[in-house]
Every structure is written in structure tokens, then in C-alpha cells.
């Protein structure tokens, strides 16, 4: 008998007698004052925040915080100053180890944790929001949700290969407890929400 | 520290030696105590999750068989290859395989408490592979040569001093530098490195699912995604008891995990992976290394239900004062406590005893595990199958004898008072257990019965 089979045994031999799944439905929340609640909770985990209506603003805004001469990549074609399809379809670590900052659009924001969903389709690399120095996330602002569990709603309605939750920048309190922003990911996250998107 | 041969109590001594070091430790383990109680009350219906949480592991436990299958299945679809390992020793050596068919001999790990149970770095280590751990705190233990002594902070009792001693040592840095700002700054270009040219990176799982065969990894620093993305082969170690049933059931344990382990709302990231990038690996090993045994336990079955939050071990008054490293073995404090004997009962016969029974670890579970009851249980089945301390044994048929001679209790309680009073030496010195770290308390002029006995006649007058 192979580990699977002898493992699968065990465990038929010895589960409990089969017990129902709970009802979830009763958690589900409506949606009034969420917008004002993400920004207060993405700040809690350390993210930034603007209100724009424009991506001529997002580029004001990126260049005026980060300085000419850095390297911005984005995955937003709109953003046509920092897209580029060719550097997007090269997987290679060396294109992409030295990103200063990496702007993307996230699919929703979730009120009650101030978390954005981000898909393999929004990354092109799946490394991209983990390896850029500094994180910005576009958003719309009608793509704001109560809880985790309107996320898992309408993450059921998408197909993704990889897809994560991205709640600010990295951090870690791993030494004597003290909060240190910029662990192994971006030192910084920016979130724009787009009010009247283009 | 694997093979100390010390018990709870010894090896809480040790920990104990620096008083103002234990001091901090308490208080900051409490801190994140009342950090979580901060971020629990803020969600109005809490308990109603734990309950929720409660019920969806509980129907797991029972239909376990079924969703190993079903996970399986969606998961070779996504192209991920599925493993099993009955045990640690085949679950290292499956990792050891997956290492040497990728024609490499170094590997970077995010954290994974299961390959510490496995014992995965050592057995490697004496196969020539060098592991990088790359989570910060326990690259700190792992530079420092310890084990991990907290499940969420790896390296909590380490002092920032300490740590910049270990960075100067092994990473360069000069002497005398305790800034934590800085410390991390010289673990991250440190680690970048690493992540950049590892061709294999392990993580382990937080959660998989049977109905969409992905798997969840959480982090705060990011490092299990800076591995996973950059490596050609991604392995995920998983204990059998990680599945949850379908996918929405995330909402309410991403909810309830963060706010439970160190008060905030969720992690930084919450990864779901489901498929391998085009022309690369990913692996995911299953492994019950005793659980199907523990799932056989009645009394015992629903500590599989445990999702990592260490909230338990924040709490508990004996784990804040005694340190993670005095419970030796890999995931310490009262849910280590009820794990580790299923494991093996003469090694962690200690365990089930480090514990006042106050019950606050099972009223900060996220998942309701009944863990103060558990170790009052486990209590029990050491003692019945002989694994009790022999000066327990002793002491416990001493207590019996006397609570059930009135004559002799009387007579002990006397003298008793006398040496207390008389000859205090013969208690206040280290051959008495209560006498460490503590006063003996005043021995009071008579035993009730005396004053009973004195004063009955006079108030009834």
C-alpha cells in the first residue's frame, strides 16, 4: 500500500461521523459607508491614499512623490508613459529585479481590512506587486466592498491562476515587536482611487 | 534543543534566570493579547464567526477522506503535482527529490511550522542542501542556531541587542547597532539576494481548497511570494487538516486569523495559488505525520481543527512567563501542548502539565478548540498509561493518603506550621519547587479546626 492509499485509509478509519456545513449567507453586509471606511483601514495597514479623476493626475502625483529618473512600470495601458508590452512579456528576473515602482489596477478594495484583490491578469508577472520598491493600485471607487465575504461572491464570478489580497506596504515587527515598514516587498503603497474613470 | 533532555519546568528555569527579560516577554505577549481583543471587538459579530469557523473545521474533521480526494483531483487539473507523505522522514526526502531533479543544492523557505516538525533543514543540511529561511525572525533563529520559539514571532525572545550582535557575526554589519529599522533594512538586501537566485522556494500553506484545488499562503513581509515568483519550482508542504471545503469559507477564516494572531485586520498578503506560471512547477505535499492518529483520538481530534494564530500562546499565563523553547517541540504553547503528545507520549509527557487549566486559550480560539480541556484530558491518559513523572506519582499517592486520614491531615497541617514558623530554612531552600521564583507564604497561628474548636462554645452562648 503507497503513502495515498495508507494515509486515505487512516482517515476514512477514523474521521467522525459526517457533520453539515454552516449557513454563511447571515454575514453579508450592506454597502453604505464603505468607501469611508477603506480609506480609514487602509491607512491603519500603512497604505496611502488619493481621490483622482484622471490618469494625467495619477502620473502628477507619481512623478511629484517619486522624482524623475525612476523606474516605473506599469500594467494599465492608459498609463501609455510607463506601459510597454514588450518589457511586460519578458519574464526574465533581470527585467524586473530593479523596478522602482510598479502600478497596476486592482479589481476591488475590501472596507472592513483596507485589502485589494489583484489578479495574474492585472500582474503580467506574477513577481511584479512583490518586487517593485514602491506599489501604486488603481482603483474605481464604485469597486469598494463591505467584507471578506462579498469578496469571496465576487471573486467566484473571475478566473485566475494566481490572485492574492494586498493590504499596504510589506512589513514585519519580527524584531522586539517594532513595526518596520519595507520588509521583502514595496516599501510603500499607494492606492488611487479613480472617481470618474476615462 | 531537539534533544535536550530537560523538561518544561527545567528548561522554564533557564528562561527564567532573566528576570527583566521574562518581564518584557509577558507584557508583550499581553500586548498582542489586548491588541486582538481590540480588533475582535471592533467586529460585531465575532463570535458568530468562531462559531462559523468552529462548524466548517468540524465538518472537515468529518469529511476529510472526501475532500483529500476532491483536492487532489482540482489540483492535478490545475497542474499542480500532488504528493503524499505518510511521515516526516518520506516528506523530507520528497522534498530532497523535488531539490535534486531541479539539478540545484540550495533552496529558500518561507515558514512553514510543519517542516519544523519535520525536521526538514537538518535532514537537508546532512544531504548538502543549504536552506535559507526568509521570513526575518526566523532567519534570526536560523543564523542563531535555535529553533523558532513562537508560531507567528519566531524570534520573540530575542532582545534587538542580540540581534544586531547575530547581523554583525553573520551578515557584516558593524558592531553594536540595535536599531530595528536598520536590522531590517540589512535583512532585506541580505534576503533580495537570495530570492533573486534561488531556483526553489518552499512555502508552507495557510489553507487549500478542495473545491478549486488552489492553496492560501499569508504573509506580512512578503517573502513567501518573493520566493514562489522567482523560483522555477515552487513546493508546498501542507498537513492534511489545512483543507477547508470550498472556497468562500476563506471569508470567514482570512477574517478571523490575522485579528486572532497579532490584531490586525488581515495580512499584508493573502496569495492564492492556483496554477504554475507557463513552464514552471509547483508541488504540493500532503502529509499526516500522526494526524490520522490524532483524527482517531475522540478527546483529541478537534486540535486538528487549529489554524496557526497563536492566540493561545499570547494569552497563556505559563507560555508568557516560561518561553516558547521550554516546550520542546516545534509548535509550542497550549496547542502544541495538546499536539505534541499524540506525537510521542514519553517525550512531551510534560506538556499536558505546563498549564494552570484557566481555560483562556480556548476562549481566544478562533476555531473553539476546547484546549485547557484537552490538557486536563491528556493528563489522564499519560498518567493511566504511565508516563507521569515518578516524583508526581509519589506526591499525588501522598495527597491521597493524606486527604483521606482526617488524623494524619491534622497532624501534617500541625507540623507543618511549626517548621514553617520555626524552621523556615527547612521550606524556603531549592529542594522545594514552590520555593522558586516565589515567597513562601506566612504560616497562619492555628488551623481553622483549632480556632473551630477554640471559639465554637463562646459564639453559641
Excluded at chain 2, 475582535?40 to 472537515?60: C, D, G, M, T, Y
Excluded at chain 2, 489540483?75 to 523535488?98: C, F, P, Q, R
Excluded at chain 2, 533543514?121 to 543564523?143: K, P
Aim: with cysteine.
Amino acid at each position: 500500500m503507497n503513502s495515498r492509499e495508507k494515509i486515505l485509509s487512516a482517515v476514512i478509519a477514523n474521521q467522525p461521523e459526517l457533520v453539515p456545513l454552516p449557513e454563511l449567507s447571515s454575514f453579508e453586509r450592506n454597502a453604505s459607508g464603505c468607501s469611508d471606511k477603506f480609506v480609514a483601514m487602509l491607512k491603519s495597514v500603512g497604505g496611502f491614499f488619493y481621490y483622482v479623476s484622471s490618469y494625467d493626475e495619477i502620473i502628477n502625483i507619481l512623478l511629484s512623490v517619486n522624482g524623475e529618473n525612476k523606474k516605473i512600470i506599469s500594467t494599465v495601458t492608459e498609463l501609455t508613459a510607463y506601459y510597454s508590452e514588450e518589457f511586460l512579456n519578458n519574464p526574465q528576473i533581470s527585467n524586473i529585479h530593479d523596478i522602482d515602482v510598479a502600478v497596476l489596477k486592482g479589481r476591488f478594495g475590501v472596507a472592513e481590512n483596507g485589502a485589494i484583490w489583484l489578479t495574474d491578469q492585472e500582474m503580467r508577472q506574477r513577481a511584479l506587486p512583490f518586487i517593485c520598491q514602491h506599489l501604486a493600485v488603481i482603483l474605481n471607487a464604485d469597486s469598494i466592498i463591505p467584507t471578506m465575504h462579498e469578496a469571496y461572491e465576487l471573486i467566484s464570478k473571475v478566473t485566475y491562476d494566481f490572485a492574492t489580497f494586498i493590504a499596504g506596504p510589506s512589513k514585519t515587527a519580527d524584531i522586539e515587536q517594532s513595526l518596520v515598514i519595507g520588509a521583502h516587498g514595496p516599501r510603500s503603497m499607494t492606492v488611487f482611487v479613480m472617481i470618474n474613470d476615462q | 534543543m531537539e534533544n535536550s533532555t530537560k523538561d518544561h519546568a527545567e528548561l522554564a528555569q533557564d528562561f527564567n534566570r532573566d528576570e527583566d527579560r521574562v518581564n518584557w516577554h509577558d507584557e508583550t505577549l499581553w500586548f498582542i493579547r489586548q491588541k486582538r481583543d481590540k480588533t475582535a471587538h471592533q467586529i460585531p459579530e465575532w463570535e458568530a464567526l468562531r462559531e462559523a469557523a468552529s462548524q466548517i473545521k468540524n465538518n472537515v474533521l468529518s469529511n476529510l477522506h472526501n475532500y483529500l480526494v476532491l483536492f487532489e483531483k482540482n489540483a492535478v487539473t490545475n497542474g499542480i503535482v500532488v504528493h503524499w507523505a505518510a511521515d516526516a522522514s518520506e516528506h523530507n526526502k520528497i522534498v530532497h527529490k523535488l531539490i535534486s531533479e531541479a539539478n540545484v543544492n540550495r533552496m529558500v523557505k518561507s515558514k512553514s511550522m510543519l517542516t519544523e516538525e519535520c525536521g526538514l533543514n537538518e535532514y537537508l543540511a546532512e544531504h548538502g542542501i543549504e536552506v535559507i529561511d526568509s521570513d526575518l525572525g526566523e532567519r534570526i533563529v536560523q543564523l542563531a542556531e535555535e529553533p523558532p520559539s513562537h508560531i507567528v514571532l519566531p524570534c520573540i525572545h530575542k532582545k534587538k541587542e542580540e540581534i544586531g550582535e547575530i547581523f554583525h557575526k553573520h551578515l557584516g554589519i558593524e558592531a553594536n547597532i540595535s536599531d530595528p529599522q536598520f536590522l531590517t533594512e540589512t535583512a532585506r538586501g541580505h534576503l533580495r539576494e537570495i530570492f533573486l537566485t534561488r531556483k526553489v522556494a518552499l512555502t508552507g500553506v495557510n489553507f487549500a481548497i478542495a473545491e478549486t484545488g488552489e492553496f492560501v499562503v499569508c504573509t506580512n513581509e512578503g517573502n513567501a511570494d518573493m520566493g514562489a515568483h522567482l523560483a522555477d519550482v515552487h513546493i508546498a508542504s501542507m498537513g492534511i487538516e489545512k483543507l477547508i471545503p470550498e472556497r468562500k469559507h476563506l471569508g470567514v477564516f482570512l477574517r478571523l486569523l490575522t485579528r486572532s494572531a497579532t490584531g490586525q485586520p488581515i495580512t499584508t498578503y493573502s496569495s492564492h495559488f492556483k496554477k504554475p506560471r507557463d513552464g514552471k512547477k509547483m508541488h504540493v505535499i500532503l502529509v499526516d505525520n500522526g494526524r490520522t492518529v490524532q483524527l482517531g483520538r475522540k478527546d483529541f481530534r478537534n486540535s486538528l481543527k487549529c489554524i496557526r494564530c497563536a492566540a493561545c500562546m499570547n494569552t497563556c499565563p505559563v507560555y508568557r512567563r516560561s518561553g516558547g523553547h521550554s516546550y520542546h517541540t516545534a509548535v509550542a504553547g497550549p496547542i502544541g501542548s495538546i499536539l505534541a503528545p499524540n506525537l510521542d507520549m514519553k517525550k512531551y509527557a510534560d506538556l499536558p502539565f505546563a498549564s494552570t487549566l484557566c481555560g483562556s486559550c480556548s476562549n481566544v480560539c478562533p476555531v473553539k478548540i476546547d484546549i485547557h480541556e484537552q490538557l486536563y484530558k491528556w493528563r489522564q491518559v499519560l498518567v493511566k498509561n504511565g508516563y507521569a513523572p515518578a516524583a508526581k506519582k509519589v506526591g499525588m499517592q501522598l495527597m491521597t493518603w493524606t486527604l483521606s486520614s482526617p488524623g494524619f491531615y491534622h497532624t501534617v497541617g500541625k507540623v507543618g506550621r511549626l517548621v514553617m514558623k520555626h524552621a523556615p530554612f527547612a521550606v524556603n531552600n531549592k529542594l522545594n519547587p514552590w520555593f522558586k521564583q516565589r515567597d513562601m507564604p506566612y504560616p497562619p497561628a492555628e488551623s481553622f479546626n483549632e480556632w473551630y474548636a477554640k471559639n465554637e462554645g463562646k459564639t453559641h452562648r
